[in-house]
């Protein structure tokens, strides 16, 4: 019988999971902590934005009009317990609040709620992001709880998807990674990911903590790849080359390959900065830092790159904000996400506001989650009105509809055409050819 499965942490990772794994045909109950959150899923509707995944939920959660009935939710960890043959714990792992470290206190506490009511045989499979080490520390912690004992199994299976892709990611994922101990835990792994597997995802054997760096150090790998081409913008504009074409001509070669590098405003989100800091912090507590120092370099090109967009602004508003008005078109941290952590155009323009400016904010989804971290910039409803009488206009998060504003009709309404991109994402002869001064970071 196929096993059934429970995913405990219904974020982006565990609402996707549980959805996908729900559309492989499985048996699924999701586990949440909040109860509104748990109402919201099991109506059908997803707390964020993240495309494709609301219609996927509505396709399998029970007691939806015409749905499979394969998808549930609740907060009871009693019936996980008793549902569950497989438990997926996806639960997010933080920043600690003014430290490096990772706050593992959400995974430590599905543990310590989920394993005491553990009566018979399951595998629990960790996916949360975490610093070496923890698999090892969970998995002895599972068995000294669990009524089952030894019979209650840890596996780490770490997650790779994309927010604004997170539902194509899971569904087929580029590589599946098993961090195992036993042959049982492995041909389980199998089971669950059969669908993927037997179209020709690589399925990757490996042990715990390689298991855990293989998801840090991707993240770390990533995250440089974005410094190094922010780097090279840097030099770039000393130099006056063009960052854009520099990109695109080193692109070529497959060993560097096109992705992840465009230059910008440098990264944000939930997972690329706070994950290259844990992963230093722990190297640390390992006494391997010195094998990371870089990463520090990585971090600090990122920092620089928001400051570097701010006096740009300034430079553009005649040498101070004082009384000048900055339109902000963008403060997600990436396109196609409502997701406002750590994003480099809200921490811009946060700034920007702090050094006397009036600013005002359009983003397509992120403008409530937006307004409750930074309740005092200005907002408005349309990139249009974003820009009304505006002495300038940042483009910081590279929505396709900013692609597509029509510069004449925007023009019409400022103060003066000046655009300054911070993804170097517009098409910098258009806004010309509409009498705009267009700057790119
Ligand atoms: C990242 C990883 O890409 C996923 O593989 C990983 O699973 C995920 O973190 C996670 O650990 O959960 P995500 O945070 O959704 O995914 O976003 P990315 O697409 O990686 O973008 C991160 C940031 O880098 C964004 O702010 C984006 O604007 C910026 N970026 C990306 C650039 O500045 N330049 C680029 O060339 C690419």
């Known amino acids: 019988m196929a096993p059934k499965i429970t995913v405990i942490g219904t974020g982006y990772l565990g609402a996707t999971h549980a959805a ?3 559309e492989l045909g499985f048996e699924v109950l999701g586990l949440d902590v909040d109860p509104a959150k748990i109402e919201l899923l099991s109506a059908g509707r997803v707390p964020m934005y993240e495309p494709g995944l609301e219609d996927l939920l509505r396709q399998h959660v029970a007691g939806h009009e015409g749905s499979s009935g394969r998808l549930r939710f609740t907060t009871s960890y009693e019936e996980v317990a008793d549902f569950g043959d497989v438990h997926f714990v996806c639960v997010n792992t933080p920043q600690k609040q003014g430290e490096y470290a990772c706050d593992m206190r959400y995974v430590d506490s599905a543990f ?28 002895a912690r599972l068995s000294e709880l669990a009524p089952v004992g030894e019979d209650a199994e840890l596996a780490w299976n770490p997650e790779f998807l994309r927010e604004g892709f997170a539902v194509q990611d899971t569904l087929r994922p580029d590589r599946i990674v098993a961090g195992v101990t036993s042959e049982r835990a492995e041909k389980v792994l199998r089971e669950v990911y059969a669908a993927p597997l037997a179209a020709g ?30 780097a090279m913008a840097e030099v770039c504009e000393a130099a006056d080359g063009d960052v ?3 990109a695109e001509a080193i692109g070529h070669d497959e060993r560097i390959g096109k992705k992840f590098l465009r230059a ?26 010195q094998a990371l120092t870089f990463l520090r370099e990585v971090d600090s090109i ?7 967009m701010v006096e740009l602004a300034r430079d553009a508003v005649g040498g101070s904000f004082l009384g000048k008005r900055v339109a902000v078109l963008g403060a997600a941290f990436k396109p196609d996400s409502d997701d406002v952590r750590d994003s480099p155009a809200l921490n811009v323009a946060g700034q920007i506001h702090l050094q006397g400016a009036q600013v005002t904010v359009f983003d397509p989804k992120g403008m409530d989650n937006a307004r409750a971290l930074f309740p005092t910039l200005g907002y408005a409803p349309s990139a249009l009105d974003a820009v009304r009488g505006a002495h300038v206009v940042l483009h910081l998060t590279e929505w396709r509809e900013f692609r597509e504003l029509d510069p004449e009709e925007l023009g019409a309404v400022v103060d003066d055409r000046r655009i300054l991109d911070g993804r170097n994402a517009l098409d910098p002869e258009v806004w010309r050819q509409a009498d705009w001064t267009y700057r790119a970071l």
């Open 264 to 289: 910008g405003i440098g990264f944000g989100g939930g997972c690329l900065p706070k994950d290259i800091r844990a992963f230093m912090a722990r190297a640390g507590e390992l006494g391997a830092d």
């Open 112 to 139: 310590e709620s989920l394993a005491p009511l553990l009566r018979r045989p399951a595998l629990v499979v960790g996916k949360s992001t975490v610093p070496v080490g923890s698999a090892s520390r969970l998995a």
């Open 20 to 22: 996908a794994m729900a």
């Open 302 to 308: 990122n920092m620089r790159r928001r400051g570097h």
């Open 244 to 246: 854009v074409k520099l």
């Open 201 to 230: 995802t690589p399925f990757v054997v490996t042990d715990f903590p390689t298991a855990e760096l293989v998801k840090t150090s991707a993240n770390s790998f990533l995250a440089t790849k974005i410094s190094f081409i922010n």
